[in-house]
């Protein structure tokens, strides 16, 4: 079974930059694609990103394209959030999760949820 932790979260500035990171731990992660969500308060949670287990494909929310990047680092079993020109709108708490091969945005089609990280952008 695979275990997911998020860390990387604080409080930052409008215009700043931030890296979260996805670590798996009891087994590898490398069969399954993993999805970024937020969730803002009093909202539902929502998809940020995506990354493949297969080719390594990408895929963001529009909200967030041109500003994040995942990527995943398999030898540290790590999958990677790297958010720039943040603004209040990307205040949330994010989470990562263990997605279908292919990636996807429905959170439903995800599992293995972490405890997320609290993500703040102050104006």
């Known amino acids: 079974q695979v275990q997911l932790v998020e860390s990387g979260g604080g409080l930052v500035q409008a215009g700043d930059s931030l890296r979260l990171s996805c670590a798996a731990s009891?087994?590898?992660?490398?069969?399954?694609?993993i999805g970024w969500f937020r969730q803002a308060p009093g909202k539902e949670r929502a998809f940020v990103a995506s990354?493949?287990?297969?080719?390594?494909?990408?895929d963001y929310a529009d909200s967030v394209k041109g500003r994040f990047t995942i990527a995943r680092d398999s030898a540290k079993n790590t999958v990677y959030l790297q958010m720039t020109s943040l603004n209040a709108e990307d205040t949330g708490i994010y989470y990562c999760a263990l997605g279908p091969v292919f990636g996807s945005p429905l959170v439903s089609a995800h599992h293995g949820w972490g405890q997320g990280t609290q993500v703040t952008v102050s104006s």
């Open positions: 990354i493949s287990a297969i080719d390594g494909s990408t």
């Open positions: 009891g087994r590898t992660f490398e069969h399954y694609a």
